[in-house]
């Protein structure tokens, strides 16, 4: 019995120790982005809000600019630009980090028709980021 008591605790003892050991990693890579990702996500909304085909080829990763054709992209920001000029974002949240160079971030941006809340998701090549998933969700392109 003393022996089957022994092995639970340390089953239990190394799960604990695995999931604290994945949060540690976690909160290191938040921290690590936080002066570099952040910053870029700040600077380049702005500049994706204005709804313009070419700024978003510019800032997206060459695998994302595949994915999708100039008419379907320019139907699409059409469709987005309903949110009016972008007026603020707050804080972005770091939300994970996939196959050690995709960061996700979610945030909410304040534009001049309604608030969106976006998810991004950026490819870390060596510190130089480029958006690979852009994901908005809004009341007010419902209307």
Request: aromatic share 12%.
């Amino acid at each position: 019995m003393r022996k089957v008591l022994k092995i639970i605790g340390i089953i239990f003892l190394s799960i604990v120790l695995l999931f604290s050991g994945c949060a540690y990693y976690i909160y290191q890579k938040s921290t690590a982005y936080e002066s570099t990702a952040v910053p870029f996500i700040e600077e380049v909304i702005p500049k994706l809000s204005t709804w313009d085909l070419e700024a978003h080829r510019l800032h997206s990763t060459p695998e994302s600019n595949e994915s999708i054709n100039d008419e379907d992209l320019s139907k699409l920001l059409k469709w987005l630009s309903k949110l009016g000029g972008l007026v603020s974002i707050e804080k972005p949240t770091f939300k994970g980090v996939m196959n050690g160079n995709f960061i996700t971030y979610v945030f909410i941006a304040h534009y001049e028709n309604g608030d969106a809340g976006i998810t991004v998701q950026l490819e870390d090549d060596n510190g130089k980021f480029l958006i690979n998933q852009f994901h908005v969700e809004s009341m007010a392109l419902i209307e």
